[in-house]
């Protein structure tokens, strides 16, 4: 069972950067990708990134594309989200999960990802 521990979050002003992490425990040959969801005050999660471990191929949400970029260092467990020209909107608990199964990375839909970490906060002000 994939075990994530998100770490990073915090305070920022607008057009700050903030550089999240996730600690992934548990991960055996299946745990083929990790995808980053938030969720907002008063709103549903969504999708923001994902990313395959093996060949790197990712995939974002329209609504950050241009401005935050997921990695992962294998050799560590780790996936990371650097977010550049934050907005107050980008305000949101930032949570990572792996996809129930491989068709399922490229979904964008909450879902189709369990094993969710406890989330971090990030909070940007205008």
């Known amino acids: 069972q994939v075990q994530p521990v998100e770490s990073g979050g915090g305070w920022v002003q607008a057009g700050g950067s903030l550089r999240l992490s996730c600690s992934v425990s548990g991960r055996t040959f299946a745990s083929y990708a990790m995808g980053w969801f938030r969720q907002a005050p008063g709103k549903e999660r969504e999708f923001v990134a994902a990313i395959r471990w093996g060949s790197g191929s990712s995939h974002y949400a329209d609504s950050i594309k241009g401005r935050f970029t997921i990695s992962r260092d294998n050799a560590k467990n780790t996936v990371y989200l650097q977010m550049n020209s934050l907005k107050p909107e980008d305000t949101a608990v930032y949570y990572c999960?792996?996809?129930?199964?491989?068709?399922?990375?490229?979904?964008?839909?909450?879902?189709?990802?369990?094993?969710w970490g406890q989330g971090t906060q990030v909070t940007v002000s205008s």
């Open positions: 999960a792996a996809p129930r199964k491989i068709t399922d990375w490229g979904s964008q839909n909450p879902s189709d990802f369990g094993s």
